[in-house]
């Protein structure tokens, strides 16, 4: 499965890093401690958070993530922004919560 598949399946807005969306999908983490991130996260995975700053980037750059999916109405910071677009890291955005982002994530296998 693709990114653009889940923006699809989930009705999700590209908020930055259009360019990545073409990207491998295998697994997905949540949480929103930076640190838990980095050691949690996997090369391909999604990550649901509510962090909205240039780290999430960072940290996703760094797992080689797939992309980051904002929940609750986030939405990236500016210098979160152009990180991503610079780095090519979709940053997603929902309205939805965590939990129902994960039961829609689960259910299409991811």
Request: charged share 25%.
């Amino acid at each position: 499965m693709k990114v653009k598949d889940i923006i699809d399946a989930l009705n999700l807005k590209v908020s930055a890093g259009a360019t990545g969306v073409d990207g491998e999908v295998s697994g997905c983490y949540i949480g929103d401690l930076l640190s838990l991130a980095m050691s949690s996260l996997k090369e391909n995975n999604v990550w649901v958070t509510i962090q909205t700053n240039v780290n999430i980037v960072a940290v996703s750059v760094l797992v080689e993530g797939a992309c980051v999916i904002l929940c609750d109405g986030q939405e990236p910071d500016d210098a979160a922004k152009k990180k991503a677009d610079n780095e090519g890291v979709p940053i997603l955005s929902t309205e939805k919560t965590a939990y129902e982002v994960a039961a829609e994530l689960s259910r299409l296998g991811v």
